[in-house]
């Protein structure tokens, strides 16, 4: 039994219109997942699976904290999760994923939520993370406010020439 085995649904199985799952995800689930922005963390999952008709909702609600590295310190820093997401679900003859319904075979009728769940916690993070101001380590803050600090270059003259054509133009 592999360890993301216990992330599968059984949707033809359904014992009534609305079922719920629950898990905590912790660092094991985001190493077998593979996946390339969290490598580590602790959420708490709850799935709420809703049978319509000839689909299914599935609502995902995630909270906790994943580890990620910090754009200016390049620091591992804490960013926090919280996020309701809904994924629609219906059977069909082949498993396919156009990005607004998932189609399972209804033949197994089993969908694995795994690389959802992650997918989800990673959709989260914003674009540019960095630690609040005053967090990163101090060598690091230090560092980087010397490489600001000292005296530019000096400009090539050949570029203030080039300027002067440019300037000349408008």
Known sequence: ???????????????????????????????????PEIKQG???VALRVKQTS???????QLKGEVEVTCDRCLEPMSQPIDALCTLRVKMGDDFADDGDVVTVPER???????WNIYEFAALQIPIRHVHPD???????THALANETSEEATPNDPRWDELKKILHNNK
Not at 12 to 18: A, N, Q, W
Not at 54 to 60: I, M
Not at 134 to 140: A, F, L, N, V
């Open 54 to 60: 000839g689909t299914f909702e599935l609502e995902f």
């Open 108 to 114: 197994e009728g089993i969908i694995d939520v795994a």
């Open 134 to 140: 005053g967090k990163c380590p101090e060598r690091i």
């Open 42 to 44: 602790l959420l708490d």
């Open 1 to 35: 039994m592999g360890k993301l085995d216990g992330y599968k649904v059984d949707l033809k199985g359904l014992s009534s219109d609305t079922v719920s799952y629950h898990w905590k995800v912790d660092n094991d689930f985001f190493s077998a997942v593979q996946g």
